[in-house]
């Protein structure tokens, strides 16, 4: 059978098989859910053994396990050691999903006409994730496997990779591998696939502002004490200035601005402004001047509060004057910028921007720095290769928006670069309710996968 027969005689099967993977609410942010989380792990386990994976464990760690497996074909050859993550991100808001997030269904949509998974995880990243392990199991069945492969699939991703970096160094020689193929991004549109060539990193802050020792009457006190929610909304407004520029001292001392090259390269992305907005249905986009969306989102950094809270917000009116009001912060980072020394210029910042009468606290969080990954190595080339050959048209390089902090440390612990092979769309709502991901995808996954495999070993071999 060639694998392109497999693939057809398989396709439900390999359809089923994610269906059930994705009935597990591994959420990792809640512990709650430690016994699915585990469960999706075992899952995976259990198809790397069934697909002819060796030394296929969970290997524990203080958080969740790491899924570990791999075949090695012949020590001489060269290998790829493949990236993803099994846990999600939490399903929330349930109301707001039109099927419940791990029930998973498949629907039409525009942009999917053959159909498309609706479940948390679809696209991020355990479909992705699992083409993976299908493409492996053809490769096996095929016997056509040119070179070896270790699996890594965590279980921390969506909460800061925290015990995989340990993990990793502790692990060297385990890992040893010729590059990280990872799928856990996205490309442009169905018709026009692209490989991310950068991720920017993260630095996420909380930010406590208390004000008096307990909540007041908001008459008899209101005008005369300050408000921490009035004060933190002014301190988060502050942070932009009219143009946008986040106005933290230093910020963008290490930002390199691009060449015209590399922007015009950057902007030969196709990109449809109208689509975008209706899509998100906004009557404008919103950002930096002097940058356009791609930019905004590609090679510049942004700041961003993802949730405030404080004061009375139950049902009806109750007068108060809050003690205290919160925030969750982040910002993404560009090449240069590095995530300890951003939080520590946030806090400083932050701290001093404080009016008399209030008492501010900022709580580090997880954070990561930003890669740029090569685009005239061998598994780039292998990667461009294999997409032209499944997608009839040259992948375009561009730049994810997003962050995998642990793709750095591959770089920096293990000595490995990355090619961020993803098939996921940026409207497949990954984080949001509704997340989907195209059966097309899936499948175009799958098939692609293993010419990645066939090229980079051929390149490799002309070394
Ligand atoms: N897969 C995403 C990252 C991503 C998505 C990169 C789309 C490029 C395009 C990943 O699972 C993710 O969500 N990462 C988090 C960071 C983490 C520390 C919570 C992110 O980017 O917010
Ligand atoms: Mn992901
Ligand atoms: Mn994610």
């Known amino acids: 059978m060639t694998q392109a027969a497999y693939l057809s005689n398989n396709q439900e099967k390999f359809l089923n098989e994610l269906l ?76 707001l999903w039109e099927t419940p997030p791990f029930e998973p269904t498949i629907r039409k949509t525009e942009i999917h006409p053959n159909g498309a998974i609706f479940a948390r995880g679809a696209c991020d990243d355990k479909g992705q994730v699992y083409m993976h392990v299908k493409a492996f199991e053809m490769m096996m069945a095929e016997k056509s496997l040119p070179c070896n492969v270790k699996f890594m699939i965590e279980g921390e991703e969506e909460v ?57 009457h908001s008459g008899v006190y209101g005008g005369a004490i300050a408000n921490p929610i009035n004060i933190l909304a002014k ?44 899509d998100l249905d906004v009557s404008d986009v919103w950002g930096e001047t002097g940058y356009n969306v791609l930019e905004r989102t590609g090679i510049r950094p942004t700041l961003d509060c993802n949730g405030i809270w404080g004061g009375y917000i139950g049902e009806g009116a109750k007068t108060v004057l809050p003690s205290k009001a919160f925030a969750k912060i982040s910002m993404r980072l560009v090449p240069h910028q590095d995530s300890e020394t951003i939080t520590k210029l946030f806090k400083e910042h932050f701290e001093r921007i404080a009016p008399k009468g209030v008492k501010v606290e900022v709580r580090p969080h997880h954070g990561g720095e930003p890669v740029v990954t090569p685009i005239d190595s061998n598994a780039y080339m292998a990667a461009e290769k294999a997409m032209e050959t499944t997608f009839g048209k040259k992948p375009i390089p561009t730049r994810g928006g997003g962050s995998i902090p642990i793709v750095a440390l591959f770089e920096r612990e293990l000595g490995l670069k990355s090619v961020l092979m993803g098939f996921g769309l940026d ?35 002309k070394k």
């Open 20 to 95: 059930e993977l994705l009935r597990i609410p591994s959420i990792s942010a809640d512990s709650a859910y430690k016994q699915d989380v585990i469960a999706a792990a075992n899952y995976i386990k259990d198809k790397l053994i069934a697909a002819g994976a060796d030394q296929v464990e969970l290997c524990e760690t203080a958080g969740n396990p790491i899924v570990y497996g791999e075949k090695i074909i012949d020590p001489t050859l060269p290998t790829v050691l493949v990236y993803g993550h099994y846990d999600v991100q939490p399903a929330v808001p349930l109301e």
């Open 160 to 216: 800061g990779s925290t015990h995989l970096g340990p993990f990793c160094i502790a692990n060297k020689d385990r890992l040893k591998a010729d590059v990280v193929l990872i799928s856990d991004t996205s490309i442009l549109a169905n018709d026009t696939p692209s490989i991310d060539c950068g991720l920017r990193g993260l630095s996420y802050v909380e930010v406590e502002v208390t004000g008096p020792n307990r909540d007041l």
């Open 235 to 278: 301190m988060i407004a502050s942070l932009h200035d009219e143009n946008n520029h986040i106005t933290i001292p230093g910020f963008y001392d290490l930002v390199q601005d691009l060449t015209e090259k590399e922007r015009t390269a950057l902007n030969e992305a196709p990109f449809d402004l109208d689509a975008y907005k209706k």
């Open 427 to 461: 409207s497949d709502a990954l984080h949001s309710p509704n997340e989907h991901y195209g059966l097309f995808n899936y499948y175009k996954g799958i098939e692609t996968i293993p010419y990645f495999f066939k090229f980079f070993s051929e390149l490799e071999a």
